[in-house]
């Protein structure tokens, strides 16, 4: 026996076993996550909608604004 086991066994000499085992509680609605969760689908709308990323949420790459591009009407108000 190591140095370790014999220490164990000692300190568990006086622990009487049981078969009691506590219940385990069900988690409550965390509100907080609930609320992440909703800031978070808004900010993905958000940046769909202002053509930053597409419907699976992946970056939309554009080299160039849109009026900026060829074969675009330019109104520069003058």
């Known amino acids: 026996m190591n140095a370790h086991s014999s220490s ?3 300190y568990n000499s006086g622990v009487v076993p049981t078969t ?19 800031r978070v689908k808004a900010a993905a709308e958000e940046l769909e909608r202002l053509g930053i990323a597409d ?6 790459h554009t080299d160039l604004p849109p009026d900026m591009r060829d074969g675009v009407d330019r109104d520069f108000g003058g």
């Open 8 to 10: 164990r066994k000692e």
């Open 20 to 38: 009691h085992t506590t219940k385990p509680i069900r988690p409550k609605a965390d509100p907080h996550l609930q609320a992440a969760g909703e």
């Open 55 to 60: 419907a699976d949420g992946k970056r939309v």
